[in-house]
């Protein structure tokens, strides 16, 4: 999703910019920009292209300035061209970066229009500049706060203006933005990551916020105009985050941190224990009577296997819903269900917007199973699991979906013991599991090379079905989702024992059928719906735990996992449909870390 980045500073301001708008990359985007107060005057310039090309244009035409704004994005309102790249210009005056969507951009265009101000984009950005351009005189602040009463939707912008060269306004509603404080200079991001190594003191900015920072000055103020201080954090985000080392891609690199990332997200567990949500999450969690899990894409399909833990080790009813859909829904709540919700990044729009919408239908029960500490997401959560996955950087999401896993797992558990549905003797059972989870990582990741061989065979397709049962049909859907993600190759995936109620109807000797074929109480059942598939000549492609005895043969393909994992199971059979869906990618060529059309971090709805 779009990248904001503003600097403020006694020094040439570009280095940094360029610096933040790469490390801001991994988000997704078709085209970049940057703009200068320059010598009284603004200068700018764009690209449909990559960060790096940006820079050479820049460097080209040797700008620099102590003032600038910079901008990643990923279109929403018109194409990716060079004119509807950010940032966006009112006439010499006003230059304005923007992550989010303006709702009524039309209306306010038409009376922009009317006022004589000539349009040079499709988006809904540029409204926001010629309206404060329309409201200025003379404070930018003011201008900036007196626009913001008009705009309907989402967004984080940053703002600077030619007759006040060393003054930077920035607001947010619905959008991620945070102020970076340092030595006689301040910046403006969308993340503390873009600032890495350059400050870590940071201050997130709440909803309805507006900023105005100058070399020496931070001022904030709430949605009301009042001063409003905002606590200083010192956040350690490591600069080398965005290092490959010996890796091709992101995603393979962090694909394969994912031991690390689940030993980390464990760290410190000597017991299950509701304090792991927070210090009050014991009345909470006691007074829940049914949960709620609100979530978007891969962390959905995360909520839809935990349902299934905690349907069966915790007996209490969970509903399951994609957050852009309940936000909508007329929907019956309930006061004393919990609502939970999962988000890498704690800024996912829809998610948010559901939880908040949630909480104004009277269920004030949340907590978050989130990556970032410091998200929004955390902010408005009672409760929260911080999964120690690491930044993840491939648009694909893996070691965030696995420990969002583990960390419901322990939820589950936790849930469970609450309601005397734990003994002793399974809390140490699970808990030994647990420990033991980042090695059985580790062993499925050694399947690398089996997997490698098959990836070839499916780079050659335009489809494939994914099957699964039970509480592997989610990780089928994960795997599916993977695969379309980065391959764009269409797949779909189905609970097995629906395949003959539709889907078989696709299935000819030139279809891949990914099964997933742990050794459960359903595993009968699903080798006849192999047979069904191997009757009309499909292709299957089986992974199956040791214990299975199904065997390779014409037209099945068997790899087999190291270990039946039991409940955890799902956490181990993601894995090789990561890789598969990696390796495929790789021989297709396709860009795996910015897949086309997607984007990290959906800030946007
Ligand atoms: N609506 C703006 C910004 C898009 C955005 O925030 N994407 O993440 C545009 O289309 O330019």
């Known amino acids: 999703m779009c990248g904001i980045v503003g600097a403020v500073a006694k020094r040439n301001v570009v280095p940094v910019m360029l610096e933040g708008l790469k490390r801001l990359e991994y988000r997704g985007y078709d085209s970049c920009g940057i703009a200068l107060c320059t010598e009284g005057h603004l200068e700018r310039s764009r690209s449909t292209s990559r960060v790096a090309e940006l820079e050479k244009q820049v460097n080209g035409r040797h700008l620099s300035g102590f003032l600038g704004i910079a901008h990643t994005r990923w279109a929403t309102h018109g194409a990716p061209t060079t004119d509807n790249a950010h940032p966006h210009f009112s006439g ?46 003379g404070d930018l602040l003011k201008a900036v706060q007196s626009a913001v009463t008009r705009l309907r939707g989402a967004f984080a912008i940053a703002v600077i203006c030619r007759d006040e060269p060393q003054r930077m306004v920035g607001a947010r509603q619905g959008s991620p933005l945070v102020v970076g404080i340092g030595e006689n200079e301040h910046f403006l991001a969308s993340d503390a990551l873009a600032l890495a190594g350059t400050t870590d003191r940071i201050v997130y900015l709440e909803e309805g916020d507006t900023v105005d920072i100058s070399l020496n000055d931070c001022h904030i103020y709430d ?145 978050t199973i989130c990556n970032v500490a410091t998200s929004a997401m955390v ?57 033991h989870l980042p090695v059985a990582v580790s062993a499925v990741l050694a399947l690398e090379p089996q997997i490698i061989a098959w990836a070839e065979d499916f780079s050659r397709h335009n489809d494939a079905l994914f099957l699964g049962r039970g509480i592997h049909y989610p990780i089928a859907l994960e795997g599916a989702l993977k695969l379309k993600e980065i391959s764009y190759i269409h797949a779909e995936a189905y609970p097995a024992g629906e395949l003959k109620h539709g889907p078989l109807a696709l299935v000819t000797d030139k279809m891949p059928v990914v099964t997933i074929a742990p050794n459960d109480d359903l595993l009968e059942k699903l080798k006849s719906n192999m047979q069904e598939v191997r009757a009309r000549g499909g292709q299957l492609y089986v992974f199956a735990d040791s214990d299975t005895r199904i065997m390779s043969q014409e037209g099945i393909h068997v790899i087999r996992m190291p270990e039946n994992y039991g409940q955890l199971s799902p956490i181990l059979h993601v894995i090789p449909l990561q890789l598969l869906a990696y390796h495929t990618a790789l021989v297709r060529g396709t860009d795996v870390d910015k897949p086309r059309n997607l984007a990290k971090s959906v800030t946007v709805e």
Not at 244 to 263: D, N
């Open 92 to 137: 010499e005056r006003i230059a304005l970066v923007h992550n989010g969507i303006i709702e009524n951009h039309a209306v306010l265009r038409a009376e922009l229009e009317a006022k004589g101000y000539v349009f040079s984009s499709q988006t809904d950005t540029e409204v926001i500049a010629h309206l404060i351009d329309s409201l200025y005189q």
């Open 379 to 435: 902010r408005e959560c009672a409760l929260s699991y911080i999964t120690r996955a690491g930044v993840e950087i491939g648009v694909a999401s893996t070691k965030a979906f696995t420990t969002q896993l583990t960390a419901l797992f322990l939820l589950s558990l936790v849930i469970a013991k609450i309601r005397g549905r734990l003994t002793p003797e399974q809390e140490a059972a699970h808990m030994k599991s647990l420990r």
């Open 223 to 367: 949605a009301q105009g009042r001063p409003a201080p905002r606590e200083v954090r010192v956040v350690s985000v490591y600069a080398g985050v965005s290092e490959l080392g010996p890796y091709r891609h992101f995603m393979q690199k962090e694909i394969f941190e994912q031991p690390r990332a689940i030993s980390d997200t464990l760290q410190g567990l000597a017991g299950i224990s509701p304090e792991l949500f927070g210090d009050g999450a014991l009345p909470i969690l006691q007074q829940t009577d049914s949960i709620l899990i609100l979530a978007c894409g891969t962390s959905y399909y995360a909520g839809l296997t935990a349902k299934y833990w905690m349907e069966s080790i915790a007996r209490i009813p969970v509903e399951v819903e994609i957050a852009s859909e309940y936000r909508y829904r007329d929907s019956v709540p309930s006061p004393n269900r919990l609502v939970v919700t999962i988000s890498q990044s704690g800024e996912t729009a829809d998610t948010l917007a559901a939880l908040r919408h949630a909480r104004d239908l009277g269920m004030n029960r949340s907590l």
